[in-house]
């Protein structure tokens, strides 16, 4: 079928809602993203297709990621008047069981993540939810009640682990594509005037507002370009690639309305090469999408034609800058220039060109359908919307959150992510990747949105926010990132190049035990210059890890230079480790998990480390039940 009309859309639709809400006979929807397969989802697929692919009745999918990725691999089972189940951590052998046992209503409670309420996204409050009729099963939690869910607002993840992201007829079926033939109605201005009005600002990490650069791009003639920059470089981030995975026609219908508005006939992903799987299924994506005549020529009997094709990285964190990724569009070395044009005017080819993010695209379907207004109802004065995170490191439930602008700080850290594990202390959280800031604990109450976090000197970035506890070393925290950055760096204007070396070795240098008395003010000195004289974002952005850590635990730098001490316990030439006999019990486990031998003691007794041996691995400290092991 070529689509011409909305009754195009319905018919489909109609044709595959049963296959989302009440599909005759059970559905297993397994989680296949890439943090799912590496958990181990692609065994429990191929398990499921071997034992139940030619029964009857029983169908066996594939769903993007549904954020909780500390429970991976997720797998949840659906059948007509029976309540819709997550199972957690599944292995090959698990599923088998869990599919078998919900077959005659026993759900195995041990490997319940929750029952859904309403699977339902934001855009089908018109129909009526499908859960509403059946008898929820009593002791299993509702997964939307329980802390990883409850405060979330999903609009760019509306659809990531409820349908299979390589159906077009899905994404439709969940009110796909309908935005985009509302906005072929729309008059270009009164499409930029929608985004405009919600206030949606990039979510790549610039927070320019959307709707004022579309409208910067249509004013200058010339062949336009539509650009997608799903080039996600920032070491623990993974919303751009989830969504992709996931959800990629979300992404093909924004850059759609973007086209429309815009007035461009040509788009490109540039997506890095790393993301493997997200590259498959933008692939399938596109082609569905022209089989059914929504891009390509005359699309939907219109004169509107818009072509996407996709571009892959070398993964070069630099890419991430507008000029240096069009400049590695265009076929050249990845490296950005001075805007004194900007590249709305005159970007890709020389001619006015729009470049949002993954994240941003996303948002713009649901924006179209609903309002501007609606969308500008979430958030703060100047960060409106919703935000995207990957919640790692330091905190019990890693996943992926989308969540309100201006939600508190610790309600993301504490309550969707339930805290630092082990009952260790919560020291920071860094927002904004490589490029951001350290926030201490004293901001936990602390407004999440582009100003709040600019205000206490870190970034909103593309969404990356990684938890920090008592055991990190802020100065190796620091060294961390300026490592990274250094390499990433272009090299092209000396400030970055020869900067952020200079303050790479300065850090090296304190975490070795040699600091002296005037690197904290040299690193200050050289961290604003690097600020102010740089070229592009990357460098203006990379001082901020070193001094926001100067800024907020400058005692730690202190005591690496002046005491030769690392109080985390993570620079290996500044500390050892001792067993403290007040309160060792003797229990044993720290002498049998050390690799060297060196702790020694008869049982129940205190036990003794010799110094000589120990290489400070740190796991007698991490085994250690009683904290019997102490950092000096």
Not at 137 to 164: S, T, W
Not at 591 to 597: D, I, L, N, V, Y
Request: include cysteine; charged fraction near 25%; hydrophobic fraction near 35%.
């Amino acid at each position: 079928m070529i689509i011409t009309s909305t009754k195009d859309l319905d018919a489909i639709r109609q044709s595959c809602l049963s296959r989302l809400y009440t599909p005759e006979g059970v559905k297993v929807n397994i989680g296949m993203a890439s943090c799912g397969i590496a958990a181990g989802a692609q065994a429990s697929y191929n398990r499921a297709i071997q034992e139940f692919s030619t029964k009857q009745g029983i169908t066996i999918s594939q769903t993007g990621c549904i954020g909780f990725c500390e429970m991976e691999p997720l797998v949840e089972i659906v059948a007509q008047g029976k309540p819709r189940m997550m199972y957690h951590h599944m292995t090959e052998d698990k599923i088998v069981e869990a599919i078998n046992g919900y077959l005659v209503g026993d759900y195995h409670k041990k490997w319940i993540l929750g029952q859904m309420r309403d699977p339902r996204n934001l855009l089908e409050d018109q129909i009526p939810n499908p859960q509403d009729k059946i008898q929820p099963a009593e002791g299993f939690p509702f997964l939307e009640d329980i802390p990883f869910y409850a405060k979330q607002v999903k609009v760019a993840l509306r659809n990531c682990g409820y349908m299979d992201p390589d159906s077009i007829e899905e994404y439709i079926a969940r009110k796909g594509y309908y935005a985009f033939m509302k906005a072929l109605t729309m008059a270009p201005a009164d499409i930029i005037k929608t985004i405009k009005t919600s206030g949606l600002r990039g979510r790549g990490g610039g927070g320019f507002p959307t709707g004022i650069k579309w409208e910067s791009c249509a004013k200058h003639s010339g062949d336009r370009y539509i650009i997608c920059n799903a080039d996600e470089g920032d070491p623990g981030a993974y919303m751009d690639r989830s969504v992709l995975e996931g959800d990629p026609h979300s992404v093909l219908e924004g850059m759609l309305i973007a086209a429309l508005a815009i007035g461009s006939k040509q788009g490109f992903i540039y997506v890095r090469n790393e993301y493997p799987l997200a590259v498959k299924r933008l692939i399938t994506a596109i082609k569905e999408a022209e089989k059914i005549g929504l891009l390509g020529d005359h699309i939907a009997g219109t004169n509107f034609s818009f072509h996407i094709k996709i571009s892959r990285g070398a993964g070069a964190f630099v890419c991430g800058e507008s000029t240096a990724l069009m400049s590695s569009l265009e076929g050249h070395v990845g490296r950005p220039r001075a805007k004194y044009v900007h590249t709305v005017e005159k970007g890709f080819r020389d001619g006015p060109s729009n470049l949002n993010n993954v994240e941003t695209y996303a948002n713009v379907a649901p924006i179209i359908l609903k309002g501007g207004d609606w969308y500008a109802s979430m958030g703060t004065a100047n960060s409106k919307g919703t935000k995207v995170f990957s919640l790692v490191g330091k905190v019990i439930n890693t996943g992926l959150v989308e969540v309100p602008m201006g939600i508190p700080l610790k309600d993301i850290v504490f309550g969707i992510g339930g805290g630092v594990p082990r009952k260790k202390e919560f020291k920071a959280v860094q927002t904004g990747g490589p490029s951001g800031g350290c926030i201490p604990t004293r901001f936990l109450d602390l407004s999440v949105d582009y100003q709040k976090l600019a205000e206490v000197g870190s970034i909103m970035g593309s969404g990356g926010m990684i938890v920090m506890d008592q055991d990190t070393c802020m100065v190796d925290v620091a060294r961390y990132f300026l490592d990274f950055l250094k390499e990433e760096s272009c090299g092209q204007c000396n400030p970055c190049r020869e900067g952020i070396k200079q303050m790479l070795d300065i850090l090296t240098n304190i975490c070795q035990g040699n600091g002296k008395e005037g690197d904290i003010e040299l690193l200050e000195e050289l961290g604003t210059t690097i600020q102010r004289f740089s070229l592009c974002g990357l460098g203006t952005s990379a001082p901020n890890p070193v001094l926001t850590t100067i800024l907020y635990f400058r005692d730690e730098y202190e005591a690496h230079i002046r005491d030769k001490k690392c109080p985390a316990g993570v620079c290996k030439p500044l500390f050892h480790y001792e067993i403290d006999p007040e309160k060792c019990t003797g229990c044993h486990s720290c002498a049998k998990k050390c690799p060297q031998e060196a702790i020694t003691g008869e049982k129940k007794k205190p036990h003794q480390l010799d110094q000589s041996k120990c290489i400070k691995c740190g796991i007698c400290y991490d085994t250690c039940k009683f904290d019997a092991i102490v950092i000096r």
